[in-house]
């Protein structure tokens, strides 16, 4: 089997919800159970932390394993879904999964997949247990695939649970309220066992309480012990001043994620690396100071405020939601653009229509349609736009979009790319 027919194998044989959306979704934790049970349990060979949330759950979970590699730890990352190659899932200190790997993985484990018949995600997360386990990390950050409670990462017994921000996403799965969301991310705190959030939400706090009160799970909301000072922002990373229970910690902390929906994450990511302290890991004021300094660089993390080039500025952002969209276009405003030139897609089961009219009027748009068939057709995408009053042309592929993006925009002006990760993943130079 080569690599290529083997991701063929995978995409035609196994349910992707990065394909086809909710129906491939499953919920039980029946199959990941049936699978690690088959490859005897390799989730239990390493210790993990466990990241879910809204938005902010991808950034958090590979600053946390940029950390724990700097402070010397072999460092298990498990994230989803991939934007250029599906290796960048499973990565071992930063560096992915073997092609060979997956391909024995797969063609050893062929029967066991037709008995199961597991979801490619369920499958993935096996996969990455195992490879974590053969190769022997000592720690590994595990990103939730959707939700929580009811997500195939879920059957790991972590060091502590980190939730970031709680959003409106995949409401038809996991609620239509923040109340009913947060009680799926919820579902990852585990008895006994330290839960950390990254934002204290007033109206959703009880749920996180009441919850941890039932696992008998420490609960600590990061924002309530850490304040971020925001002392420098460039298109290239920023500078914070952190304050710990009121007292100066970090001062001048360098950071390599240059959004800033980046602010809200490092609370939690850093009362998470303390209590990590706290349960025996060896993590220095230094290796926190590396990793969040060059957190890009160590775990290959792509796509989040990603500069893409210059005259004109391009940018490119895999914010989503109505929260993602809404930090995006604080961070645009902040540039003072002349203009901005807007290539926007979307899949087919997001509230669109809340999203387009949050959308300045004023921008130059460029509607298009990701090669997946979870895309949202770009006719129905303009027609949606028109309604809200937002002008442009609309291009059958993400490509087109850009390169007509680039005809357009002066020097002075900027290129915005986004409204989807499967947008940002066609990006040529990504």
């Known amino acids: 089997m080569t690599y290529q027919e083997c991701l063929d194998y995978l995409y035609q044989q196994l349910p992707m919800f990065q394909r086809i959306g909710n129906a491939a979704f499953k919920k039980s934790l029946d199959n990941i159970v049936a699978l690690c049970d088959a490859l005897g349990q390799p989730q239990t060979k390493f210790k993990t932390v466990h990241v879910a949330g809204t938005n902010g759950k991808g950034s958090s979970s590979h600053m946390l394993a940029a950390v724990l590699q700097s402070a010397g730890y072999k460092t298990g990352l498990y994230t989803s879904p991939h934007l250029k190659s599906f290796t960048e899932r499973v990565r071992i200190n930063g560096v992915e999964l073997p092609q060979d790997y997956l391909i024995h993985f797969v063609e050893q484990n062929k029967d066991l997949f037709e008995q199961v018949k597991p979801s490619f995600f369920e499958m993935t997360v096996a996969l990455a247990f195992q490879y974590f386990a053969d190769e022997g990390v000592e720690v590994a950050v595990i990103e939730v695939g959707l939700g929580g409670r009811l997500d195939s990462t879920n059957i790991i017994k972590p060091e502590l649970s980190l939730i970031t921000n709680i959003g409106f996403d995949h409401q038809a799965l996991l609620g239509n309220t923040l109340a009913e969301i947060a009680g799926e991310k919820a579902g990852i705190i585990k008895a006994h066992t330290p839960a950390v959030v990254s934002t204290k939400q007033a109206e959703i706090v009880h749920v996180f309480e009441q919850k941890a009160a039932l696992e008998q799970a420490p609960l600590h909301f990061a924002t309530d012990h850490i304040r971020m000072?925001?002392?420098?922002?460039?298109?290239?990373?920023?500078?914070?001043?952190?304050?710990?229970?009121?007292?100066?910690?970090?001062?001048?902390?360098?950071?390599?994620?240059?959004?800033?929906?980046?602010?809200?994450?490092?609370?939690?990511?850093?009362?998470?690396?303390?209590?990590?302290?706290?349960?025996?890991?060896?993590?220095?004021?230094?290796?926190?100071?590396?990793?969040?300094?060059?957190?890009?660089?160590?775990?290959?993390?792509?796509?989040?405020?990603?500069?893409?080039?210059?005259?004109?500025?391009?940018?490119?952002?895999?914010?989503?939601?109505?929260?993602?969209?809404?930090?995006?276009?604080?961070?645009?405003?902040?540039?003072?653009?002349?203009?901005?030139?807007?290539?926007?897609?979307?899949?087919?089961?997001?509230?669109?229509?809340?999203?387009?009219?949050?959308?300045?009027?004023?921008?130059?748009?460029?509607?298009?349609?990701?090669?997946?068939?979870?895309?949202?057709?770009?006719?129905?995408?303009?027609?949606?736009?028109?309604?809200?009053?937002l002008k442009g042309d609309s291009y059958s592929t993400v490509r087109d979009a850009i390169d007509a993006a680039r005809g357009n925009a002066q020097p002075d002006e900027v290129i915005f790319i986004g409204g989807s990760t499967f947008v940002v993943a066609e990006i040529d130079e990504l």
Request: charged content about 20%; glycine content about 10%.
């Open 229 to 389: 000072q925001v002392l420098e922002q460039n298109l290239e990373g920023q500078v914070y001043d952190v304050y710990r229970e009121g007292y100066i910690w970090l001062q001048s902390l360098q950071g390599d994620l240059a959004g800033i929906y980046q602010q809200y994450n490092l609370p939690g990511v850093l009362q998470s690396l303390l209590l990590l302290r706290e349960r025996g890991f060896l993590i220095t004021d230094e290796a926190i100071r590396q990793g969040i300094a060059h957190a890009k660089t160590i775990t290959g993390l792509k796509g989040r405020w990603q500069v893409l080039g210059y005259k004109p500025l391009t940018i490119c952002d895999t914010g989503h939601n109505v929260d993602g969209i809404k930090q995006i276009l604080a961070q645009l405003s902040a540039l003072k653009p002349k203009q901005v030139h807007l290539v926007f897609g979307a899949v087919n089961d997001k509230d669109v229509t809340t999203i387009l009219q949050l959308l300045p009027k004023g921008y130059t748009y460029y509607f298009c349609q990701a090669q997946i068939p979870r895309a949202l057709p770009v006719a129905e995408l303009k027609e949606k736009a028109d309604q809200v009053g």
